[in-house]
């Protein structure tokens, strides 16, 4: 089994590990910790080295085959912290269920194939592999986080002086295509498109999207790191999980109906992980937004620091995982939304409940 | 009388001027603006030439008594906006009461005055007799909206030359500064603190502010334009206004009460006036953020990113007004909020409704 | 003739155009005004409004046949100022040759051909018949500016729906590549290269170059504004030019020599016209540079910063025009250079020095 | 004896520590590393985490004894590099005379002594103690390089809570204070300034500089690092230094002069360090500059960028050590230069050059 529980702390800088001893209260060993997700201060583009700080100081303490998935960028109310993800097989008799999660590493991505089709079947397979191992349906699998590699202008040059085109020359974009090939590898393992689509998305011949993808890129790695989270019925814990989508970048009801299914079903939420991005139309419901036409302050940073207030407000709190550029992650100008939530132990059975658009 | 009327249009850009065209079609002059207040998309700070190009733009087709308020910063999901206050004294027979407003200037800002004393008492004489012209108690005024100067590095070395000490050394800090003389001179014209407390507010001492109050800086003027929006029963028209507080900068609550209480009394919304800020305690409801601390991207763009997208989601567009920097306009860390709505005809009197904290 | 002079004011921001009264001070009209060529103050990127505002302002003192070309961002030591070329036809009779200028304006480049062959060719057009209004031979031209439009979100978008690929979805990259087309039509009008390198060098597939060409894109126009500046035997005045070449952004050797060869002609410097950019291969003599990879400056605006003070350093004041993104303008990584200065009436021929590199 | 050598080694990311390979090559051990001094790729403002990760990847390699001073901004031309200086006594018998350095760290300095008259008093301390330990004049002192701490708004709120008002609210601005009151200290040690004009400089009251300061302030320390170089005639190798000053921030003579005097000395420039500001008085040479109005950029980042340029032109590569923020290290709107260069033994004496305001 793969039960896990959720441990959420505010940090005081992107190099600050106190987490651990929140994990040492709670009677956890760092072997026990198969992921480390967490909001870094940084800018959350290309020269974000608040990613590879908090990489460079949490991967000594974790065991070889967690994994770290650090997202740079808290603009506007988004506090900084850490979610670690932590085995505990322990069997709650008052559930029946339970939230399961897995992680693991694709090969290194090489330059050369950032962004093009064997970065997504590499993280395909290893979606699907992680999914085999948790031996839940598909269905059963409420967000998939990837961390994925860029290039860098290093990257680029190089891949020019052996002659090969990158995916984009300009190092911004290629996070944006890293993204998109690591979005699209999901939808594909979890069967929501098919090859023909998957190909033509990624060519940006056609729109395809997972509304549980959820792929942050950074300079700080150089193979895709890869979560996970799913609910079995293998597992018996309080922790509970369900997915939506974001319309568009203020989408509140979204959220709001989201919520409401958390509540009817006694959860209380944990926590959000939520992709934004600016509306590639340049305009939403119809009225011109400027967050492509900036060039100051990134897409990417707009978008979080929107759609960062939308989601502490409806969680109470800045401590939430909101990442930027939602390529192929919710709908165009979307993104998607994974609720983590607690339920008291049931006193009868509160799955039957429907509400349009919100997997559970 | 002085009824009013709202006419909203997006903008292609600063200069676009088409909302004259809409002014127009309603059957109105330029002579009936009474002011022009919008959303320009520069970064809001000091070095922002949306706003003088905005009012370069439309300035000569206003008549001399109108104001323009431009506000720099359309981050997020901020839609580009102007909106036309104009004169409509008409009587509508369905209605007994109606929103009503007035503009005025006060006298040049002399560089050595921005920001203290001087600054704060003319902003507060303008106001009270903006009130007294439209003959409205204080209670009915709504929103009292300031655009005021700021300091260049000019204006700083011509103060030195002198021997004159400005108000601070850092042109950004000047805007803070000139908002918070104006903000509190509103909250004195409108008896909401007395003296003492204003001029121990102003020096940093206490804690004091209007939650009617939207202050702006900016490089474009040298006096402080000034716009008192109210009710009043001597105008007949549809439309109506309250005003309330966001507590802190994800304060989704006070919104959804202020909406719930608009919608209870049969009204539209029509537009927001919203100010936000980063908090100045550098942390919202006890976790940390991050907004002063980003030395790549101001903290009133990160406020008015965050707000902005509350905000729009209420509205349901993003064409609102959220201005960033909020010293003294509403408390700490928050910000003062009018809501301008548009009512049915009553068929019965909906003002004996009451709701905790919002002003009606 | 067209025998110009040279007037160069500092200005106070984008709206002044106090350079006015310079113009009357010696004795011309705004009649008399050929080009107003200007560097302000924005972020010279895509929402660089003081572009805009500063094209506001002084077009209404132009007559229909002048031109501005107002290029964003003085990062670093660099001074706001204008540069009015003033047309002066009058015969110093010291001087058997003189500075001459002619401006002219390209047929509205429509969104669709922006950056492509048809924008390339419309220059390349423009540029031949003003070099064949001043009757000089291509080598006597020495610099030739051009001010190009770029895509906006909503010009990208409109493509799209129109089913129009744009030549880039990136407002910034449209800068580029508009920069791009520009001075390749430049290189053929001037019988620099030939169409087939033209035509290569435009999708990348090859290098080519001219140093006398500069180009400055913005959204403050739709058309190609056009300053071809040059010597010839028709005119008589004090005022000469030459051009050269930065191999890289710190290339100060090559200034030095242009202005020893400056000198050696008895000149004094009045003007430096220098293109600068970020090496494309991300470094710099074989050492990395950053630019690139700054997601929160771009990498034009960093160019800029440093070329300046090179250029700044050479002229002894920043009143200096420097523009960045020399796509085309002088070798990849360097960027052309033109200076315009002021001899004393010769008592013998300096023209049979030579220096290399560095075309007189 | 403390004699030194220096090493230089581009670095592809602040996390890069082959320099170590380099320090090897070399014969030398991590124990022989005094100090490791470089520039690394981040903001060079308050949320520079690059600065961090060097610090973080870097420190577990040193003895206790070594000091870091990383100074982040790369901007430009600046090539992102270390610097190690390496204890090196012996006796090279050519030469009569060599260079070196000493390290060591100041008491921990409390936020609420930040920039105050405790922190100079504890960095003038410091210094004096290291110069003592090398056994040289003050004269023979070419640099002292300190790296300072800063306000965090964390900082800023612990100290409010307290009571205790910080040298200032804005944490920018902190980095300012804390590197004038380091830089105090040092021009205090070196009998440059008496303590009543420390004071007075401290609070602003008059202008006092160091030629031989350069002082960094960062995020990743608590404490101030020092590392003092001069030239003793104890030490016996090939390296050699000389301080001047740039007058101003496109002081290029300055630079040429000094540049001069190495060559006329036989010497080969090993690298500068040189500090960069935006004038104070918001002009250079009477012409405005734009530095100090620019709310996107903030003013060290310009100033790095453009004397950057005019030092790596000199050096003939971008590895050079420019640092931003220039309070009391060189004149106003100036900063300090010192020079690092070698030479071949001396077949006669080479000191009896003189050359104005370059200290040999």
Not at 131 to 154: F, N
Not at 188 to 193: Q, T
Not at 232 to 249: F, G, I, P, Q, V
Not at 257 to 276: C, D
Request: aromatic content about 4%.
């Amino acid at each position: 089994m793969t039960g896990v529980r959720l441990l959420t702390a505010p940090t005081t800088g992107p190099d600050d590990i106190s987490a651990l001893e929140l994990l040492a209260d709670n009677g956890f060993g760092t072997d026990d910790v198969l992921a480390v997700v967490g909001k870094t201060e940084g800018n959350g583009c290309v020269n974000d080295f608040s990613r590879t700080l908090a990489s460079a100081v949490w991967e000594p303490h974790l065991k070889e085959a967690a994994v770290t998935v650090f997202s740079g960028g808290t603009e506007g109310v988004i506090a900084p912290h850490v979610n670690l993800l932590v085995a505990d097989d322990r069997v709650d008799p008052r559930h029946q269920r339970g939230l399961v999660a897995a992680a693991g590493t694709t090969p290194a991505i090489p330059p050369a194939e950032l962004g093009r089709v064997a970065h997504m079947e590499s993280v395909r397979d290893t979606v699907a592999k992680l999914v085999a191992e948790l031996g839940i349906a598909d269905d059963d699998v409420h967000l998939v986080l990837v961390k994925c590699p860029l290039l860098t202008s290093t990257d680029i040059a190089g891949l020019r002086v052996m002659g090969v085109e990158p995916v984009s020359d300009d190092t911004y974009e290629s996070m944006a295509r890293s993204r998109a090939a690591s979005s699209l590898g999901i939808a594909l393992a979890l069967d929501e498109i098919d090859t023909d689509t998957a190909l033509a998305a990624l060519e940006g011949r056609r729109h395809a999207w997972s509304n549980r993808a959820s792929a942050s890129a950074g300079a700080e790695l150089k193979s895709c790191h890869v979560l996970v989270v799913g609910e079995s019925d293998k597992a018996a814990n309080s922790l509970r999980a369900l997915h939506t989508e974001m319309k568009d970048a203020y989408d509140l009801d979204s959220l709001l109906s989201a919520a409401a299914l958390v509540s009817e079903r006694g959860g209380r939420i944990r926590q959000l992980f939520v992709k934004a991005e600016a509306d590639p139309s340049g305009t939403i419901r119809n009225l011109r937004h400027t967050m492509l036409t900036d060039s100051d302050i990134n897409a990417t940073r707009h978008a979080r620091a929107a759609v960062g207030a939308l989601v502490a407000a409806i969680k109470g709190d800045g401590a939430v995982y909101v990442s930027g550029g939602a390529e192929h992650q919710g709908r165009p100008g979307g993104g998607s939304v994974t609720i983590v939530y607690e339920v008291d132990p049931p006193r009868f059975t509160p799955y039957n409940t429907t509400s349009e658009g919100i997997a559970r």
